[in-house]
């Protein structure tokens, strides 16, 4: 409950807490008002005199000193920070949560401090007004929204520079390992994600100075221009990743992945933002048996890789002498992160050495560039860093091809660590090579791994026997199972979905065909 309070914004929060008061009053003397009524209705005049004049002094005497209790569990509930990015039919379910949760706390107040309650009829009357009212409320306040947004939707440049660092998708796999490092090197963070993984993986950091978190959706218009406000940078991380997870609904995959980039290269160039840094994929270069480099053609072979070539293209299409994007193509990523993922090929098979004792290869002649997390995090920063001259409308494939690895490679390593693992080795159709230069980003940012696939293999190693993952198949761990068993993210409004679509035509339309 309490870690709501983390995504309090007390000036958005402020005009809620006031009208939502209101409220409880005003449902307080309606539900007395309502009682009243009742008894004089039903022939018994005296006791409804009687009731005005017990409430008369219990309301102006202690009604507005515990009213505030009502106040305080709301806010724990999470009324005015994270209950903002839920759909509407879970909102209200919530609300009537937080009224009821409250009504129980005031009238324990009432029994433990003044040993009287308000009466049956009262408490009732009370819970429908105030439920009704908080709910009521929200919903207004979304139709004037609907119907009237592009009146509360202005995009001014900033009058000046910023080192503010945005991060979309800041509670990720690699987000929220990039964000510890921008706190600890003294920047400005701010970090836009709709915690669909919930917040656990920013945990440790949510109350430095330096961070703000956006609990707010990439396709929303409003939740992108608010946190590219005085921002000097961007780094989009937001996406459905891997193939599964794509495939599982292509539509959101388009709308998140490349859809919303556009959106957000708009926003950002209106906002005056010099830096975008994109995360893609080497995946783009498709099925091939010789080395690639970005010069080579690309031949995405899935959904997930489409929207990032679609999504480079609208970034490099947008370059200016004040809009730099940057093009960083992950080599397969591995490693622990404070968002661990069992999805990943070495963390995988890592896990499977641990837990079961044995691991499938397929293929094992199959080569795949390699990358640590952590050493994302380095590029993702030197790209943030370098001068606009060296990196502006550029694309950096980003590895080492000291980690170009077959799967029989990673097989063997793992069995170093884990001696007593067996080693299944199956063959199919599946003969898909990835072998890449990374010459680029070597001679030109300078730089290079520091983490091997053996340290990756011993961190989730120790990770296992100390404890910090217990299960690996818990579907947090998973994108394609989390999301097939809670469902994608849904837009918020319709207007999103409108949006998306506008900004989801050409290149990207082929991507939902794909």
């Known amino acids: 409950m309490f870690k709501s309070l983390r995504h309090l914004t007390w000036r958005q929060a402020a005009p809620r807490i006031v ?164 706190l600890e090197r003294g920047d400005t963070v701010r970090v836009l994600d709709g915690l669909v993984y919930g917040d656990g993986p920013l945990q440790g950091v949510l109350q430095h100075p330096n961070l703000e978190l956006i609990v707010g959706d990439c396709r929303n218009i409003r939740d992108v221009v608010a946190s590219m406000e005085g921002v000097g940078a961007v780094v989009n991380l937001a996406a459905i990743v891997g193939d599964p997870a794509c495939e599982q609904d292509r539509r959101t995959a388009l709308e998140i992945n490349y859809a919303a980039t556009r959106m957000m290269i708009e926003i950002a160039k209106g906002r005056d ?80 050495a641990w837990r079961d004792g044995v691991i499938t290869i397929y293929n094992g002649q199959q080569w795949r560039p390699f990358i640590h997390v952590s050493d994302t995090v380095e590029a993702l920063l030197r790209a943030l860093d370098a001068p606009a001259g060296l990196v502006a409308g550029e694309i950096f494939n980003v590895g080492d091809s000291r980690l170009n690895y077959t799967l029989s490679d990673v097989a063997e390593k793992i069995l170093a660590a884990f001696p007593q693992t067996q080693i299944e080795r199956v063959e199919n159709s599946d003969r898909r090579n990835y072998r890449v230069s990374f010459d680029k980003v070597r001679n030109r940012l300078n730089f290079k791994a520091k983490y091997t696939l053996e340290d990756g293999i011993q961190e989730l190693k120790k990770a296992f026997e100390e404890g910090v993952v217990t299960d690996y198949k818990d579907i947090h761990y998973h994108n394609q199972r989390y999301l097939e068993a809670v469902g994608s993210p849904a837009n918020k409004h319709d207007l999103d979905a409108q949006v998306m679509a506008a900004f989801g035509g050409e290149p990207g339309a082929r991507t939902a065909q794909a």
């Open 19 to 182: 009208a939502d008061m209101l409220i409880v009053q005003f449902s307080m003397l309606a539900a007395i008002a309502v009682s009243v009524f009742y008894q004089t209705s039903i022939g018994r005049p005296a006791e409804a005199a009687k009731l005005i004049g017990n409430f008369r002094g219990y309301y102006f005497t202690f009604l507005w000193l515990f009213s505030p209790l009502i106040l305080i569990v709301f806010l724990l509930s999470g009324f005015y920070s994270q209950s903002r990015s839920y759909e509407m039919k879970y909102k209200a379910l919530v609300l009537f949560r937080g009224v009821a949760t409250a009504t129980v706390c005031f009238l324990t107040a009432n029994l433990l401090f003044l040993r009287i309650s308000p009466g049956r009829s009262v408490v009732v009357s009370f819970l429908l007004f105030a439920g009704g009212g908080v709910v009521m409320a929200r919903v207004g306040t979304h139709a004037v929204l609907q119907y009237f947004p592009a009146e509360s939707v202005t995009v001014k440049p900033s009058s000046k520079p910023s080192k503010t660092v945005l991060v979309v998708g800041g509670a990720g796999y690699i987000g929220s390992l990039l964000v510890r490092r921008l």
């Open 273 to 352: 933002a010099r830096r975008f840094v994109f995360a893609s994929s080497c995946s783009v270069y498709g099925a091939t048996d010789i080395e690639v480099d970005e010069r080579s053609e690309t031949a995405p072979i899935s959904v997930y890789a489409r929207t990032k070539i679609d999504s480079e293209t609208a970034l490099l299409q947008s370059t200016t002498e004040t809009f730099s994007p940057v093009i960083l193509r992950f080599a397969t990523v591995f490693g622990l992160s404070p968002r661990p993922r069992f999805d990943l090929v070495v963390n995988l098979l890592t896990a499977k």
